[in-house]
């Protein structure tokens, strides 16, 4: 199968919704092994969630997960909320005595949204510099008060070793805007200029004189959705019809509040085919108020990923066994590498999101490593897109190993390896040629470091 089929249908919504995995509710009696119309599809059926898998050539519904549902925050709201918006406001634990709830530091946890597993940070650009706070309204900064000395010096060369790349190519790629009137419009000028410093930084991988579409809508612009701009129009659909169904409100408030992005090579159905479509699908409930800037730059990630294979003529997953770690796990790294302008607040949205599977992830991710050999297997299960927990560790497993990659070999050692990929040369075979090493050695000598990451995650929560 040519890239151009298989690379359509690898999808990276919105970097999980924030543990609030995308899916549809039914009202229909799903049976495992039936068939299904739309890959990689979820629905909610009698406390499971089913996934539409591929089976031989058929689409069919998988055996499914059962769905855990969170247990209710013990910490009361002192107040209700006038309107329909999650307080942001911590309430103290009720004690005997009930004390002042500390400020939150530098370091600490998001605040947790009521009704949501977690939280996320607050982001805005102000005159073009990014800004952060724990609060939507108040105490926003531009820093932040760790020192370099805080953090592990792997992850902190692998970021700045992200950080200071800058490309040798100076022309950036034609962007063809497609915006719906009712999408929030600062949240618009803020991608606009995310998109715009993105391709900048990854112009070498991008030939000159091409074109990138780039498509901003909401849940009330089903019209606006082309197959020229959008490489899975159907999947875009899916979102909106989502948004608009009102038993999941849930979704509305907490993953999805931020929108939902995608981007994708475009294939032979489209006058654009070749081109990276980005598209991204806001909900107008939240207007301006919810921003994550790691979403664009995740999702373009995936665009230059797919121009290299793309170019290579080459499926990497089916036909150059590599990992889907490879995939999420560079996506995610590169995603809050140049998104997020400290290491601080870098490290900080790992261990959100590590913490976040821990939680609310699949049975088998909320386990906590103990050894280097069960990283190995985490990084065995994650080579896989199995909709189950290898998807779940594929961000973090993913981003760790290609941290130390990139901190031990240089920037283009993971860039390397994704070009490296062929119908001659395997996943495998590419690892020794760009490392030096066998994928079992680059992984053991990774496997204490992730270790180590995922222990302080977990544990300082």
Known sequence: MHATKSLSK?????????????????????????????????????????????????????????????????????????????????????TATSLPVAMPKDGDSPLQLTGCYTGN??????????????????????????????????RLRAFQIIRSHVSTTNTLPEIDFHVSANFPKLKLAYSKEQISSTLTYYSDFISAGSHV???FITEKDSALISPDDISRPDDAQWIIDTFLDPKQA????????????????LGPVSKNNGQIG??????????????????????????????????????????AGAPYFLIEGGGYLFGIGLSLTNIGWYQDDLYR???????????LARQKPNSAADILKMIKAAEVNDNDVGQTWAYTIGAQ???????????????????GLSIKQNYDATVLKVIGKSKEALYAEAAPYILKGFQEAISKK
């Open 250 to 265: 849930s979704f509305l408030n907490c993953g999805w509040r931020y929108g939902v992005s995608g981007s994708h090579i």
């Open 278 to 319: 980005y598209w991204m699908i806001s909900p107008t409930l939240h207007g301006d108020r919810f921003w994550d800037p790691t979403y664009l730059t995740h999702e373009v990630t995936h665009g230059v990923q797919d121009i290299i294979w793309r170019k290579n003529d080459i499926s990497p997953m089916e036909q």
């Open 401 to 419: 190993l290609w941290e130390w990659v990139i901190a031990n070999y240089g920037f283009d050692a993971y860039w390397d390896i994704v070009k």
């Open 213 to 215: 579409q780039a498509t």
């Open 121 to 154: 940070y607050f982001y805005r650009l102000n005159n073009g510099v990014l800004e952060r706070s724990f609060f939507e309204d108040k105490l926003f900064t531009t820093t932040d008060s760790r020192s370099n000395s805080d953090f592990d010096p792997i």
């Open 10 to 94: 690898v999808i990276a919504l919105a970097t999980i919704m924030s543990f609030l995995p995308a899916m549809a509710f039914s009202a229909q009696k799903i049976t495992p092994g039936t068939t299904c119309k739309v890959l990689k599809q979820k629905t909610i059926y009698q406390n499971k969630t089913y996934t539409c898998i591929k089976s031989g050539k058929k689409l069919v519904w998988d055996k499914g997960v059962l769905i855990v549902k969170a247990a209710p925050s013990p910490i009361p709201t002192p107040k209700p909320s006038p309107t329909p918006t999650p307080s942001l406001t911590p309430s103290p634990t009720p």
């Open 353 to 363: 999101k590590i913490y976040e599977y821990y939680r609310g992830g699949p049975e």
